[in-house]
């Protein structure tokens, strides 16, 4: 069966190649008919992007993504509007934001927020509680308590207790995630749910298709279906007949019968639990929620599921005390969101941007990218200004040389404001994790690069004086003492290396 799967997904390689070396092909061929009105379609194209230049400056839109645009026009006056017109929207095609809004409104009713939650929260710390309600007011995720939080500090802990609730599921199980790949991890878990399937458990799952498209075969959904779990490849790569490939689901989600979900950096491959070696050993982090903060997951996958699967009119069955009518117990207060390129809020940014805000002793922070814009950079700098112990971990081993520069390309300004980087000596850091003075806490799928934080379907958890941030702080400082410290001596890049980080730092929010 493996080798089947591995000749399908190289014949699934080579007919997108063939496809786009024949529009290649053609794009010559009609280039060279149109030449002889050159002058004529040379002023045609550059009245265009003059034209767009203007309108991408009316936008109210990020500033580093504008100047990209900017740029990129004026080095290809010719073609750069054009460009713009195919690929500069950032937001989703038509279609999927018309079926993903329909459905938002359609569900966002089971969404309400409590009030006595929210009242205790508010004579907690008032400042926490309008983050919290920012949050609610922008995606229609509420606050909860009553939800114990386990923190991992790696994918291979993680992964144990995932197949323990796995196998304990009893009603349904709803799988979310951007990589899924052949081999022992998602092995065990495709075990776990044909067997779950074949005892008439409700068994869905979502995967990226681009996330997956050199990992699985084209239809892998369609195999899954015949085991008896249903199964959606969120948008599918269709070269040339899907324009909008920008947004991916990037979401990591395993929820287990309403009352217990999963979440953080962790995909389903091998290496994320450290069974097949990639740039070292690889570091990720992830948490596991159990109680009336469940429900965000859950609905959140669902809404996902029935804008292009209409298969639920009536969600409450799957609530949290549905299938658990026990109380439930945890500290603190959980917060499950979902950030979405639909509208133009950036949710998981403004999280990030409102804890440094309000830290008042430290900030540590694990990310595998720092490409950031102007905005965090100043929220970052400013914290540690005004004294506040901002910490950074990036990877030590990059799983992408390019994108590693661009994220060293960073590091100055920041190191001059006083923050204290550091990479992770032994091998690759995939977590995305803030801490903040014992008391706030994020650990979900959003990266610090503009992928993550403006064209992703991302999700994470607030967390506020919560079970599990006292083992995320220990996990910050243990991982802070086996990584390198940087300093600026080591950023220097020499003219030549200077002039080429700007360029990679000028065209990163386009990439």
């Not at 004026?74 to 017109?85: A, C, D, I, N």
């Not at 658990?324 to 917060?335: I, L, N, R, T």
């Not at 008042?360 to 005004?386: E, G, Q, S």
């Given at each position: 069966m493996k080798g089947k799967y591995k000749r399908l997904v190289v014949n699934r390689i080579v007919v997108t190649v063939a496809l786009i070396l024949l529009q290649i092909l053609w794009i010559v061929f009609m280039l060279e008919e149109l030449a002889k009105y050159s002058s004529w379609i040379t002023t045609a194209f550059t009245v265009l992007s003059i034209a767009i230049v203007l309108y991408i400056i009316g936008k109210d839109d990020n500033s580093a993504y504008k100047i990209?645009?900017?740029?990129?026009?004026?080095?290809?006056?010719?073609?750069?509007?054009?460009?713009?017109?195919?690929?500069?929207?950032?937001?989703?095609?038509?279609?999927?934001?018309?079926?993903?809004?329909?459905?938002?409104?359609?569900?966002?009713?089971?969404?309400?927020?409590?009030a006595e939650i929210q009242d205790r929260l508010g004579k907690v710390h008032g400042r926490a509680a309008g983050t919290f309600d920012y949050v609610r007011r922008v995606g229609d995720f509420p606050v909860y308590g009553n939800t114990d939080v386990t923190y991992y500090p790696s994918g291979e802990e993680m992964f144990v207790d995932m197949l323990d609730e796995l196998r304990a599921a009893k009603h349904f199980i709803f799988v979310e995630y951007f990589i899924v790949s052949e081999g022992e991890m998602w092995e065990e878990v495709l075990k776990i749910l044909k067997q779950k399937a074949d005892e008439g458990l409700d068994v869905r799952m979502i995967y990226d298709d681009m996330g997956c498209v050199t990992?699985?075969?084209?239809?892998?959904?369609?195999?899954?279906?015949?085991?008896?779990?249903?199964?959606?490849?969120?948008?599918?790569?269709?070269?040339?007949?899907?324009?909008?490939?920008?947004?991916?689901?990037?979401?990591?989600?395993?929820?287990?019968?309403?009352?217990?979900?999963?979440?953080?950096?962790?995909?389903?491959?091998?290496?994320?639990?450290?069974?097949?070696?990639?740039?070292?050993?690889?570091?990720?982090?992830?948490?596991?929620?159990?109680?009336?903060?469940?429900?965000?997951?859950?609905?959140?996958?669902?809404?996902?599921?029935?804008?292009?699967?209409?298969?639920?009119?009536?969600?409450?069955?799957?609530?949290?005390?549905?299938?658990?009518?026990?109380?439930?117990?945890?500290?603190?207060?959980?917060?499950?969101?979902?950030?979405?390129?639909?509208?133009?809020?950036?949710?998981?940014?403004?999280?990030?941007?409102?804890?440094?805000?309000?830290?008042?002793?430290?900030?540590?922070?694990?990310?595998?990218?720092?490409?950031?814009?102007?905005?965090?950079?100043?929220?970052?700098?400013?914290?540690?200004?005004?004294?506040?112990?901002?910490?950074?971990?990036?990877?030590?081993?990059?799983?992408?040389?390019?994108?590693?520069?661009?994220?060293?390309?960073?590091?100055?300004?920041?190191?001059?404001?006083?923050?204290?980087?550091?990479?992770?000596?032994?091998g690759f850091i995939h977590a995305k994790s803030y801490i903040s003075d014992d008391e706030f806490g994020v650990v979900g799928s959003v990266n610090m690069d503009f992928r993550s934080l403006y064209l992703h379907f991302e999700c994470a958890t607030l967390l506020y004086r919560t079970s599990g941030l006292k083992e995320l702080k220990k996990d910050s400082l243990d991982t802070i003492e086996v990584s390198r410290e940087i300093t600026l001596k080591d950023c220097k890049q020499g003219i030549i290396g200077g002039l080429f980080d700007s360029v990679l730092r000028v065209f990163a929010p386009l990439c």
């Open positions: 990209g645009w900017i740029v990129l026009i004026m080095v290809l006056p010719l073609f750069g509007g054009l460009l713009y017109l195919f690929s500069g929207d950032k937001k989703p095609s038509r279609g999927m934001r018309r079926k993903l809004n329909e459905q938002h409104e359609l569900f966002k009713e089971s969404l309400l927020q409590e990992l699985l075969p084209g239809g892998y959904f369609k195999w899954l279906e015949k085991c008896g779990i249903k199964c959606m490849a969120f948008n599918p790569v269709i070269p040339f007949f899907s324009l909008v490939m920008n947004n991916r689901d990037h979401r990591k989600i395993l929820d287990i019968d309403g009352h217990t979900a999963f979440t953080g950096g962790i995909n389903l491959a091998d290496e994320y639990i450290n069974k097949k070696v990639r740039f070292g050993y690889w570091k990720d982090t992830g948490v596991r929620l159990k109680g009336e903060g469940v429900w965000n997951f859950t609905e959140m996958f669902l809404e996902m599921w029935n804008a292009f699967r209409k298969e639920d009119t009536d969600i409450s069955c799957f609530k949290p005390h549905v299938y658990h009518p026990e109380p439930f117990e945890g500290e603190g207060f959980v917060q499950p969101y979902t950030d979405s390129p639909l509208d133009n809020e950036t949710i998981a940014e403004n999280v990030y941007l409102d804890i440094l805000n309000q830290a008042k002793k430290y900030v540590y922070i694990f990310t595998p990218y720092l490409i950031v814009d102007d905005v965090m950079r100043n929220a970052l700098c400013m914290a540690a200004k005004r004294g506040v112990d901002v910490r950074i971990v990036t990877p030590g081993t990059p799983d992408k040389p390019t994108i590693f520069r661009l994220t060293r390309s960073n590091y100055p300004p920041l190191l001059r404001a006083g923050i204290r980087i550091y990479e992770y000596t032994p």
